[in-house]
């Protein structure tokens, strides 16, 4: 990690506070060398300890990755298996250096979804890391954006019913408040790896105004570097929420 460059960012201008990454490209990095799918997830590990590990260093509040959306259980078993079980590898072998980086955990998605044991093995690490003060770390697990949506409607529909609500009292601020990310807001920034323009069903009500970052690096390719490189690229930008630059 270029320490150099960080203090640079640092001093340079604003810094994201949350920043999201949707993680694409493991399986087109595996095909073009030759190998199974599981080998570009492997490799794409070692690209989330970078970004972590950078993003914790320029003094970023959140990292959500799109870990596991929801509509990854309809791929190949073979593979579903071999993602569950490199995710319990993972969250085991990386606690104790998440630990030593005051990294904290938490998760967005229906884990009660997921096998057991990799189920446990997050929630334990979540335990485990719980004290820590430094870079938040947000998986997100067998998520949708939509489902959330859905689930806020429901849960809201459900506090007016009950009358713990008015239906006057709904407006977007309301339904922030019962979203998954409520206690860590919007992103400020979006990665994406791989080129792919679309959101994939990911934070759909949290990316109304968050700024874009598409690059065509596979994400088994994508270091500190080029997460360096994303967050001065949004230093550039001028973020006007609808307003136009005379307001801001």
Do not use: C
């Not at 506070?17 to 694409?24: E, L, R």
């Amino acid at each position: 990690m270029d320490l150099e460059r960080i203090e640079y960012i640092k001093g340079k201008g604003a810094l994201p506070k949350h920043v999201a990454v949707i993680m694409d490209g493991n399986g087109r990095w595996a095909q073009r060398r030759g190998l199974t799918r599981i080998e570009g997830h492997k490799e794409g590990i070692n690209s989330v300890r970078a970004v972590v590990e950078t993003a914790g260093a320029l003094g970023i509040e959140v990292l959500t990755l799109y870990t596991f959306s929801s509509e990854n259980w309809s791929r190949p078993k073979q593979e579903v298996s071999a993602l569950m079980s490199l995710l319990l590898t993972t969250v085991r072998d990386e606690v104790d250096e998440l630990n030593k980086k005051n990294v904290r955990l938490m998760t967005i998605g229906d884990l009660n979804l997921m096998p057991a044991a990799p189920r446990l093995g997050v929630i334990n690490t979540i335990k485990r890391l719980q004290n820590n003060t430094g870079l938040l770390l947000n998986l997100a697990l067998s998520y949708s954006g939509r489902q959330e949506i859905v689930q806020a409607v429901k849960k809201i529909a459900m506090d007016v019913k009950k009358g713990v609500l008015a239906d006057s009292d709904i407006n977007e601020e309301l339904i922030g408040k019962y979203l998954e990310t409520r206690m860590i807001g919007d992103p400020d920034l979006l990665i994406r790896t791989s080129g792919e323009m679309r959101l994939s069903n990911f934070l759909l009500w949290q990316l109304a105004y968050t700024e874009l970052y598409i690059t065509d690096i596979l994400w088994p390719d994508f270091r500190d570097a080029d997460f360096m490189n994303a967050i001065e690229a949004y230093q550039k930008r001028e973020r006007r929420f609808g307003k136009v630059s005379e307001q801001i």
